[in-house]
Nanobody, 121 residues
Framework: QVQLVESGGGLVQPGGSLRLSCAVSGGIFSRSAMGWYRQAPGKQRELVATITSSRVAIYADSVEGRFTITRDNDKNMAYLQMNSLKPEDTAVYYC???????????????WGQGTQVTVSS
């Protein structure tokens, strides 16, 4: 049973910082790709950042240079460091994992429950 649990959301003023965490249980974390998505009210869910098992990171243009995605394979954790936050970053942030289920190339996609990030003065 694979589970993803996010934490770290909250209310922050514009220009502030937050760090989101995603704890993954089950599967082979070191071989799994991790990502963060967000969904603002009335909008579609969008990609924020992804990081591969070999630590190659990709960012949405809107967060490039402000957000950093990292992973800790010893702790089965993924993180999203968000700096210079803007009101338009307000959304529910979801952790996503393409989890390696075995060493034979079996993968399955999982989502966390989401954590609210609100950027407001």
């Amino acid at each position: 049973q694979v589970q993803l649990v996010e934490s770290g959301g909250g209310l922050v003023q514009p220009g502030g910082s937050l760090r989101l965490s995603c704890a993954v249980s089950g599967g082979i974390f070191s071989r799994s790709a991790m990502g963060w998505y967000r969904q603002a009210p009335g909008k579609q869910r969008e990609l924020v950042a992804t990081i591969t098992s070999s630590r190659v990171a990709i960012y949405a243009d809107s967060v490039e240079g402000r957000f950093t995605i990292t992973r800790d394979n010893d702790k089965n954790m993924a993180y999203l460091q968000m700096n210079s936050l803007k009101p338009e970053d307000t959304a529910v942030y979801y952790c996503n994992a393409m989890v390696a289920l075995d060493y034979s190339g079996s993968y399955r996609n999982y989502w966390g429950q989401g954590t609210q990030v609100t950027v407001s003065s």
